[in-house]
C-alpha cells in the first residue's frame, strides 16, 4: 500500500506549492499597487486610480473640498474649474464623474479617496432622475462593469460582499472570481501592456502627472441639438437634417425612453448602495448633497414610479437633496451635445449655477 501514496502525496504537495506560487505571484504585480501605476489611463480602471491617486496625493486647500461624483453626464457636464471661479474661490470642487461608473461603485471610490472622511466638505451626488424608474436594459445592481472599475480598489476582505451584491449566481461567480485574482479582470489591460511596455510606462506617468490639469482644463461638446422637437402625443422626435444615426438614438433613449412598470428595484438598489455612503459619512463634517442633473435636450414627463429613494436619503442625517426643479432650465436643446450629455455651453452655465446652490447650503446660516 506504501508504493501508490508516496506518488500520490508528492503530487498533493506539488500542487499546494504550485497553488501557493501562483498566489504569490499574483499578489506581487496586481496586489502590491505595482501594475496599477501603468494601467491604461483612459480605461475604466485607469480612471478610477488616477482619481484615487490625485486626492490621496494632493493637499487639501484650506477649506476641505467639494466634489461631485457620477458617470459622463458629470464628467461632460461639470467643470470643476468653471465652479471654482463661479465662488469667487472660496471653494475648490472636484469633478469626480467617470463615464459608466455606476452607482455601487461610488462607495468603494470615495472610501479610499477618503479614508479618515475628512477630505470634503460636501459630496454632491449627481441621479439622472429623482423617480425610481427601473433601468429598461436591466437592473443596475446587476452590472457585470462595476468589476473593471473597482478591481484595484477591491480589497480581499471586500470579495464576498461585492459578489453578494449580485443576484445572479454566474454573476456572484464572475464577480468573486474577479475580485479575489485581479489578473481575471485585468488581463486584456496586461495584453495591450505587454505589447508595447515602454509607451505605457510613459504614457502612464505623463496621466499621473498632468491628468488632473488636462481633466480641468477640458472645455465640453463643440456642438448642440437645437432643433429638435418632441411629439409626445404621437410618441415621436423630429431631428434637424444632418444629426449623426448615435445623437438621434441618445436623444430617444431620453426624450422618449422605455419605461418598465414600477417594481421597485431601482428603489432598493439606490438604498443599498447609496445608502452605504450615507451610513458612511453619518457624524462627520461633510454634508451630503443630491442632485438632479438636466435630464434631457427637452423637458421629460415625468413616469409613474415614486421618488421613494429621495424621500428616504432626505430623512437620513447629513444629508439636503436639491429641489429637483432648480436645474430643469437647463433642460433645453442648445445646452445639449446630444440626449444625454451637455455641451460646452451647458457645461459652463450648470457649473456656475451648481456652484452657486452648493455655496449657498454651506454658507452659515
Not at 462593469?145 to 454566474?170: E, H, I, N, Q
Not at 456572484?172 to 485574482?181: D, I, S
Not at 439606490?270 to 457624524?283: D, E, V
Amino acid at each position: 500500500m506504501e508504493g501508490p501514496i508516496k506518488p500520490l502525496a508528492a503530487a498533493v504537495r506539488w500542487s499546494v506549492i504550485s497553488l501557493l506560487c501562483f498566489f504569490a505571484a499574483e499578489g506581487a504585480v496586481f496586489r502590491s499597487g505595482l501594475y496599477l501605476r501603468y494601467l491604461q489611463p483612459d480605461s475604466s480602471t485607469g480612471q478610477v486610480e488616477n482619481q484615487v491617486y490625485w486626492l490621496r496625493h494632493l493637499a487639501k486647500g484650506l477649506d476641505p473640498d467639494v466634489a461631485i461624483i457620477g458617470d459622463s453626464r458629470v464628467a461632460e457636464g461639470f467643470s470643476a474649474t468653471a465652479a471654482g471661479t463661479a465662488t469667487g474661490g472660496r471653494l475648490r470642487f472636484w469633478n469626480l464623474g467617470i463615464p459608466g461608473l455606476n452607482q455601487r461603485s461610488w462607495y468603494y471610490v470615495l472610501r479610499d479617496a477618503d479614508p479618515d472622511r475628512n477630505r470634503f466638505r460636501a459630496l454632491v451626488l449627481a441621479l439622472d432622475h429623482y423617480t425610481d424608474d427601473d433601468d429598461a436594459f436591466g437592473e443596475l445592481s446587476e452590472r457585470m462593469t462595476d468589476l473593471s472599475y473597482l478591481v484595484g480598489r477591491l480589497r480581499l476582505s471586500d470579495c464576498p460582499g461585492f459578489a453578494a451584491s449580485y443576484k445572479d449566481w454566474s454573476n456572484r461567480e464572475q464577480a468573486f472570481a474577479g475580485c479575489l485574482f485581479r489578473g481575471l479582470t485585468l488581463r486584456p489591460d496586461l495584453r495591450e501592456f505587454l505589447a508595447a511596455p515602454r509607451a505605457r510606462v510613459r504614457l502612464a506617468r505623463l496621466a499621473r502627472r498632468d491628468g488632473l490639469t488636462w481633466l480641468n482644463g477640458y472645455t465640453g461638446i463643440d456642438q448642440t441639438m437645437t432643433g429638435i422637437e418632441a411629439d409626445f402625443v404621437h410618441k415621436v422626435v423630429k431631428f434637424p437634417p444632418g444629426m449623426s444615426g448615435m445623437a438621434m438614438y441618445s436623444v430617444d433613449l431620453t426624450v422618449m425612453p422605455d419605461r418598465l412598470p414600477y417594481a421597485g428595484a431601482t428603489t432598493r438598489y439606490r438604498k443599498w448602495a447609496l445608502g452605504r455612503i450615507a451610513a458612511r459619512y453619518a457624524g462627520t463634517h461633510t454634508k451630503l448633497i443630491f442632485v438632479q442633473l438636466p435630464r434631457a435636450p427637452l423637458p421629460v414627463p415625468d413616469g409613474s414610479a415614486p421618488e421613494e429613494f429621495v424621500e428616504w436619503i432626505s430623512r437620513q442625517p447629513g444629508v439636503e437633496v436639491v429641489p429637483e426643479a432648480v436645474f430643469q432650465n437647463f433642460e433645453r436643446p442648445e445646452l445639449f451635445g446630444d440626449g444625454l450629455h451637455l455641451n460646452a455651453t451647458g457645461r459652463k452655465a450648470f457649473s456656475a449655477a451648481l456652484a452657486g446652490v452648493i455655496a449657498g447650503m454651506l454658507e452659515p446660516k
